[in-house]
Structure formats: structure tokens, C-alpha cells
């Protein structure tokens, strides 16, 4: 599990399954929205809009299938 941040709200995301995170052929990932006290129904988000707590953008490798192809 992991936590990562949303680029549309800010709103913090937990996403459980890091395998679909790291591959640059899925575009999309599941995720809980942390609101509330109350655990949020998971929705499929975009990778591009998601990123580390911290501001840091996803690595491209988890995005882009092509990433080393300049």
C-alpha cells in the first residue's frame, strides 16, 4: 500500500496495488480517496494526475512505456 497525492484536489490517495502503479502499460490505477473517517469506495484514476505526498512526480518509468526512447 501506498499513499499519494491527487493533483486535482490535494486530497491524499491510497492505492494497494503498487504492480499496476509501476506499469507504464497501465494508464489508470485504483484508488481510495482519504476523506472522512469513513474508508472511500475505490475509483479508477489517471497515473498522470497522481503524485508523491512529498510534490515529486510519479517516475516516468511508471508512466511512459516508452520512457527511453528519447
Known sequence: MIFLQSKQNGKLVKVADIQTLADPNKA?????????????????MDKTQLLFPSGEALPQCWIDVNYRKA
Open 28 to 44: 489508470k490505477v485504483s484508488g481510495r480517496i482519504q476523506a472522512g473517517e469513513e474508508e472511500q469506495p475505490p475509483e479508477e
